[in-house]
């Protein structure tokens, strides 16, 4: 079974070489890392974990970094004698990972091909005691090989969507081995836990330990890069803001659409919008242009006296711009992405606003409606709901204080998934 998944996946990248190959000619993207990925660690990497035991973090993107970090942190400074491997997929991932993590991680490398060769490469560079994946990156050839070694394969923030359980139980005599050769699955929710039973998993090996992404918080100096952010772009004290974040391509045109009527009522309202996918900003930049808005790039420095609109065309400061918005939107929620961490604005005490499509994070933005701090909207009804919160003060602050609350009860997870990755490791 696993032969033949082998095989399927080398004959799958021979046929997609073409591809790839073109795609690194036109963009460094691709080739980032490549070596890597095919499990050549390089020497020096290498030879800086043979002194000590190494754990080795895996996450996928820049959510998942983000979530995982503060565990890192924490292991690190129970175990400093540990050497900690962090591996992502994406780039904007290791940049995110080598800025907020590179207090507590020793070593950055690109997640390897599951091909059976490269992964035993890398496991013998590495030889890690434990492997611990963030969320639902299930390779099923990583986790064979890892057992069949006897290192212990840890899910945090584990979460199984319905399509992707729907996909694994009709895959069953394929995916019920890779399940069942989890050490542990840490399950974000109940329903998590319940279907990683269904699919494999030991019932005593999975445990209902919450969500890593409610223990993020603010960094110390949130408030200085808000300051910053503000003087550089020209923000006045009284401007109201509507900070966008994690937009994906169609919602831009909606954003500034709704802008647009909005700006009519509220003369001193600005626009942050921050693309979720750094290729975009030359794309959403000229929309913007043709938008006859006046705006500014962010990475351009001081803005021009009078921009509308500010192009968040940078990495790592979403999260801090978030703290100086009056009502704040979560992109990927207008088109049928899924959605992103509705959770950011939150923790600054702003009103989240968001689309319809909420696939991976409906029941974060079910907590939030039940609170009565999330407002969930259509494409059509989005300047009505901005306007009825920018219009009201008092709602905005009671929603962004029930927002605070529903991360304030949800919080712990992050010490309950170092308590099981510790029991395993001892």
């Not at 890597?36 to 000590?52: D, H, V």
């Not at 969507?161 to 069953?172: A, D, R, V």
């Not at 790039?297 to 921009?307: L, M, Y």
């Not at 207008?334 to 989240?352: Q, S, T």
């Amino acid at each position: 079974m696993y032969f033949i998944y082998d095989i399927v996946i080398h004959v799958v990248f021979l046929l997609l070489l073409p591809y790839f190959a073109l795609r690194m000619a036109f963009g460094d993207k691709y080739r980032r890392g490549l070596a890597e990925r095919f499990g050549f660690i390089p020497g020096e990497k290498a030879n800086s974990l043979k002194q000590g035991s190494v754990v080795w973090f895996h996450a996928v993107s820049v959510g998942e970094t983000k979530a995982v970090v503060p565990l890192v942190r924490l292991f690190k400074e129970k175990h400093p004698e540990v050497k900690v491997v962090f591996s992502t997929v994406t780039p904007t991932g290791r940049s995110v990972a080598e800025k907020e993590g590179k207090d507590c991680i020793d070593t950055f490398i690109y997640m390897p091909l599951d091909m059976s060769w490269v992964v035993r490469r890398v496991v013998r560079a590495l030889r890690p005691r434990a492997f611990i994946v963030v969320e639902k990156e299930l390779w099923p050839t990583i986790v064979r090989i890892l057992n069949s070694e006897g290192i212990p394969v840890i899910v945090v923030n584990g979460t199984i969507s319905e399509g992707s359980f729907k996909k694994y139980e009709t895959l069953g005599f394929f995916f019920r081995p890779v399940f069942s050769n989890l050490s542990f699955f840490c399950a974000r929710t109940g329903e998590d836990a319940r279907k990683a039973r269904l699919l494999g998993c030991a019932p005593e090996r999975v445990v209902e330990a919450g969500n890593l992404k409610f223990d993020l918080t603010p960094l110390a100096g949130e408030s200085a890069k808000v300051d910053a952010f503000k003087r550089d772009v020209r923000f006045e004290p009284d401007d109201m803001v509507i900070v966008a974040g994690s937009t994906h391509s169609g919602e831009e045109e909606i954003l500034i659409e709704a802008f647009k009527g909005l700006k009519e009522e509220f003369g001193n309202l600005k626009l942050v919008i921050a693309p979720r996918h750094p290729e975009r900003f030359d794309e959403v930049d000229a929309l913007l242009t043709r938008s006859s808005l006046k705006f500014v790039r962010r990475s351009s420095g001081a803005g021009g006296s009078g921009a509308d609109v500010v192009l968040l065309d940078t990495m790592g400061e979403l999260s801090s711009v978030y703290g100086l918005s009056t009502v704040a939107f979560v992109g990927g929620t207008l088109v049928d992405i899924g959605g992103h961490n509705l959770l950011e604005p939150a923790f600054f005490g702003k009103p989240v606003v968001y689309g319809p499509y909420l696939r991976s994070y409906l029941y974060m933005a079910e907590m939030l409606e039940e609170a009565g701090a999330g407002v969930r909207v259509t494409h059509q009804d989005l300047s009505a709901s901005l306007a009825i919160l920018l219009r009201d003060g008092e709602l905005r602050r009671k929603k962004g204080e029930a927002a605070q609350k529903v991360i304030q009860a949800n919080r712990g997870a992050t010490e309950r998934c170092a308590g099981v990755i510790e029991g395993v490791l001892v």
